[in-house]
C-alpha cells in the first residue's frame, strides 16, 4: 500500500460520514485529492527537500479528530496570557468554549473556515487557494483534499485593530495520532492595520501532524504584524505553506519563531505587486536533541520600487538540524529597488548541523540587493570573560546564546512573546540580566575582539 493511499483513504471513509457541500469545494477538494496522488510526498531526490525526510509523515497512521475536548485548566497554562480575540482549534477542531470572539469591533470578522462556509461559501470560494494552489507541493494539494476548518479574518477599508487576533492550534496526546489540514485566510483591505498571531502549542506526549496553508492579502496601505509562534510538542510534524500578497504601499511582517516540533518545514513567500510595498521576514529557530527544522523563504519583487529585509537565525543543540533556503527574486524592469538577506547560525554542539543556501535572482539592473549566511559556535574567549564577572559557565552560554538572538528578539513587539522564546532558548535566567544589557555588553566585548 502506498503513502498516498493511506491518507486519500482516509480522506474517502471522512467524505462519506459528511454531508452534502457546494460544488466548488466539492470541484476543489476533488482536485487536490488528484495531485496529491500524482505528486507523491517530496523525496530527497527533489531539489527543495533535498536536506529534509518526510518519511516519518508519510509513513504515519493518522486520525481525523472528531472532538475538540480540552481540559481548561490545561489550555489556561498554554495560552497566551495576553488580552485578544482569540480563535482555538484542538487538533484542528474549532472549540468555541476555547475562544474569545465576544466584541469585535466594527469592520473586523474573525470566523472559523466551517461557519464561514456555512454562512456565506461563496464570499469565500473566490479568495481561497487563490495565492496557494494545488500545485504549489504535495502538502498543499493534501491540504486542499482536506480542507475544512481553519480561520477567515477580514479587515476592512481603514479598520486599526487595538488588540491582537490569536488564532491558537493545541495539540492533544491522544492514543492514535492525529492530524488536521486548516487554513488561515486573512483579507486586509486599503489602510487597515492588525496584528496576528498564529500560535501552535499542545500537551508534552502529542505525536500529531499539522499541514497548514495560510493566504494572506493585503490591499494598498494595508499593514499586517504577523507572528507565527511554533511551540508544539517535540513529537509533532509540522508543515506549513504561507503565501502573502502585496499591493501598493503596504507593510508585512513576519516574526517566524520556530521552538518545537520533531520535523518542522516552513515555506514563506511574499509577493511585492505594487509600488511602495515592504516585508520583512524576520526569523529565529531553535533545535535541541533530534529536531528537525527547514526554513524556505521567497520574496518576489514584481514592481518597481519595493523593499524587503530578511534576518534569520538558528540555534542548533545536541543533533539538531536546521536548513535553510531563502531566495530574492527582482523581476525584469523591477528598478529601484532593495532587497537584503542575512542568515546567522549558531551551533552549540559539534554534532549540531545546518545547510544553508542564500540566493538572489535578478532580472533588473538599478537595484540594492545582498545577501548572507555564517556559521559558527560560542567565543570561548566571551564565556571566560563573563565568567570572570562572577557568572558560572552554564549561565554564561545561556546569556551569549540570548545575546545571538537579540537581534531578531529585540523587534519582536510582544514581550509575552519574546519571554516564551527567552525561556525556551536560554532557560530561566537571574533577574538581575536583561536582554538590552546583555546585547550591550556582548557588542562591547566584540569590539574589544
Known amino acids: 500500500m502506498s503513502d498516498t493511499h493511506t491518507f486519500l483513504e482516509t480522506l474517502h471513509q471522512h467524505r462519506q460520514s459528511m454531508g452534502p457541500e457546494p460544488t466548488w469545494i466539492a470541484a476543489r477538494r476533488q482536485a487536490g485529492a488528484a495531485r496529491f496522488e500524482a505528486m507523491g510526498f517530496p523525496t530527497r531526490r527533489d531539489e527543495e527537500w533535498k536536506y529534509t525526510d518526510v518519511r516519518g509523515i508519510a509513513q ?69 487557494g487563490r495565492l496557494t494552489g494545488v500545485d504549489f507541493s504535495a502538502f498543499a494539494a493534501l491540504n486542499t483534499a482536506f480542507m475544512e476548518e481553519g480561520a477567515v479574518i477580514r479587515i476592512a477599508a481603514g479598520c486599526v485593530v487595538e ?80 503565501h502573502v500578497e502585496q499591493n501598493r504601499d503596504s507593510r508585512y511582517t513576519s516574526y517566524s519563531l520556530n521552538l518545537g516540533g520533531a520535523l518542522v518545514r516552513n515555506d514563506l513567500i511574499s509577493d511585492l505587486n505594487g509600488q511602495g510595498a515592504e516585508t520583512n521576514f524576520l526569523g529565529l529557530f531553535f533545535g535541541q536533541d533530534r529536531q528537525h527544522v527547514d526554513n524556505h523563504t521567497k520574496v518576489n519583487h514584481n514592481a518597481p520600487l519595493t523593499f524587503s529585509n530578511e534576518n534569520y537565525k538558528g540555534i542548533l543543540d545536541d543533533r539538531a538540524h536546521g536548513v535553510f533556503n531563502g531566495k530574492v527574486f527582482v523581476k525584469r524592469d523591477s528598478q529601484k529597488i532593495e532587497g537584503y538577506q542575512s542568515n546567522q547560525n549558531l551551533l552549540l554542539s559539534d554534532r549540531a548541523r545546518i545547510d544553508a543556501k542564500p540566493e538572489l535572482e535578478i532580472y533588473a539592473d538599478d537595484v540594492k540587493c545582498s545577501h548572507g549566511t555564517t556559521t559558527g559556535q560560542l567565543d570561548e574567549e566571551a564565556v571566560f570573560a563573563l565568567r570572570t564577572r562572577g557568572i558560572d559557565e552554564a549561565t554564561a552560554r545561556a546569556l551569549l546564546t540570548l545575546a545571538f538572538a537579540g537581534e531578531v528578539l529585540e523587534e519582536v513587539k510582544l514581550d509575552v512573546v519574546s519571554e516564551r522564546v527567552e525561556l525556551a532558548v536560554a532557560g530561566k535566567l537571574p533577574e538581575r540580566f536583561n536582554l538590552t544589557g546583555l546585547v550591550e555588553a556582548a557588542s562591547a566585548l566584540n569590539e574589544l575582539d
Not at 469591533?105 to 464570499?123: D, F, I, R
Request: glycine share 6%.
Open 60 to 128: 504515519g497512521n493518522f486520525a481525523l479528530a472528531e472532538s475538540a475536548e480540552f481540559s481548561q485548566a490545561t489550555a489556561a497554562t498554554l495560552t497566551l496570557p495576553l488580552e485578544a480575540y482569540r480563535l482555538t482549534f484542538v487538533d484542528g477542531v474549532f472549540s468555541a468554549s476555547l475562544s474569545d470572539l465576544e466584541h469585535l469591533p466594527e469592520g473586523l470578522q474573525v470566523l472559523p473556515l466551517s461557519k464561514a462556509l456555512e454562512t456565506n461559501h461563496e464570499a469565500v470560494g473566490g479568495p481561497l
Open 163 to 242: 488588540k491582537p487576533i490569536i488564532v491558537q492550534f493545541l495539540s492533544r496526546a491522544n492514543d492514535q495520532p492525529t492530524m488536521c489540514h486548516p487554513r488561515v485566510l486573512v483579507e486586509a483591505a486599503g489602510r487597515s492595520e492588525a496584528t496576528l498571531i498564529e500560535h501552535y502549542i499542545g500537551e508534552k506526549d502529542a505525536q500529531n501532524f499539522t499541514n497548514v496553508v495560510g493566504e494572506f492579502m493585503l490591499d494598498r496601505g494595508a499593514i499586517l504584524q504577523h507572528y507565527k509562534l511554533q511551540e508544539a510538542p517535540l513529537g509533532d510534524y509540522h508543515v506549513a505553506s504561507m
